[in-house]
DNA sequence: AAATAAATTTAGACAAAGCTAAAAAAATAA
DNA sequence: TTATTTTTTTAGCTTTGTCTAAATTTATTT
């Protein structure tokens, strides 16, 4: 795998992002959302399909190649391990991992990556609920959804918790969820709209409507 | 404390390691330690002096001023805790972690590096054996020295140890002896150059000659 | 369909950090 | 003390990634 510099990653992984939502990408829109001048983005855009990672026709729109992709899931794989080692193992506050990321994301060991992937558990999903692509840059594509959209018997992994109070985290504390929890819708309660929700060997418990609806799940 | 270029942290990092031998670092010195030439040496030069980091009057030599050093001991600092991140919890090896920190050190968060620092457990030697600055940029002078050498009632800190066979960890480990471990020497004994040392308040234990002379120390 | 507006690209400049080759200064030798 | 060698600096060029201003292409109006 060849390396690319900082900035043909952070093009190509904006490329990615916005290719997601529309399948191609304009220079206006690529322009914004690195907030540069278009003519430097088209200045990127030849060098990028020079090395045969973009599809690009002047004035016509342009996607990744195969080649273009692969580059980005290993920018995201690394961008979203970090997220995660920067949340869970030094404790960062989730409104400040992503510009630490921004940084950590360039350094393109993948030794380091694959270690570091290791040392956190093989991680799923990142801080934000995101899917962190594996080693070979296969990539969930389930999205998040809130819990309480579940029905008795989905399997479900912890994505995403909204509200991030004191008073939430030590219920969530107490009740043994956290991101990366993978836990099992066994009923629900028309009544007052509560769940009960099994989570490995432990016993079932029961989360309110309240709390159902500021976790998120990716349903496996 | 401003932000400087990957270029000039490494340009700042060799002069503060070759300037602690001879005091003051000569063009040529510098130009072979960051495998470049000498004209581009004598460009940064100019740079690093015009912000004010370097004490430099062309022909005659130079060396870090007082915010240059500073700076330097940033990245040493950065550098070092990330050697230590990856040799303790990813398992490098030890010939393995200085390439990748030389990347890691120039992500400059400081908040990121504090936070690692805590979440080591504030180490002060690096796997190599180095002093690693803490917050405010002080370090630890002393200099790595051979378990063997130390007299009873001296207190020392493991920095370093040379020989990694699997045979010699499983002993360390049994021994809980580790880089970082707090130790106090009480005897030596003429007869097989063995010596009995204490750490924390586990029983006293007996270190042989043979491991003494493996296991290198900060006498503190 | 022609006119206007918007988006995109080209042309030409600039700063950072490197290089080579030539000039200048310092050190060493004759 | 000259002459020669070594070290250092200067001058000018290259690449990467950015910019502004002008030109061109595409899209939208009237």
């Known amino acids: 795998m060849l390396n690319y510099s900082v900035s043909e990653e952070n093009y190509i992984k904006a490329i990615f992002h916005l290719q997601e939502q529309a399948g191609t990408v304009t220079t206006n829109e690529l322009a914004g959302e690195l907030s540069t001048k278009p003519a430097s983005v088209t200045d990127m855009l030849k060098k990028l399909k020079a090395k045969k990672l973009l599809h690009y026709q002047p004035y016509q729109g342009f996607r990744l190649s195969a080649d273009g992709n692969k580059v980005a899931l290993g920018v995201v794989r690394r961008h979203r ?15 400040e991992i992503h510009e630490v990321a921004e940084d950590l994301e360039h350094v393109s060991s993948k030794k380091l990556i694959d270690k570091l992937d290791e040392f ?3 991680p799923r999903f990142d801080p934000h609920g995101d899917p962190i692509p594996d080693i070979n840059g296969n990539i969930i594509a389930s999205k998040t959804i809130c ?14 918790i909204k509200d991030q109070s004191t008073q939430m985290l030590e219920v969530l504390q107490h009740k043994s969820i956290g991101i990366g929890t993978r836990l099992e819708i066994r009923r629900k309660f028309e009544y007052d709209k509560s769940m009960e929700v099994k ?22």
Not at 81 to 95: I, M, R, T
Not at 199 to 220: D, M, Y
């Open 147 to 160: 819990l309480q959209e579940l029905t008795p018997d989905t399997r479900a992994i912890v994505s995403n």
């Open 199 to 220: 989570i490995g060997r432990l016993p079932v418990i029961t989360i309110s409507e309240h709390l159902a609806k500021n976790i998120f799940v990716q349903a496996i």
């Open 81 to 95: 391990l970090w997220e995660y080692f920067l949340s869970v193992k030094l404790k960062f506050s989730w409104d």
């Open 120 to 122: 956190l558990g093989f």
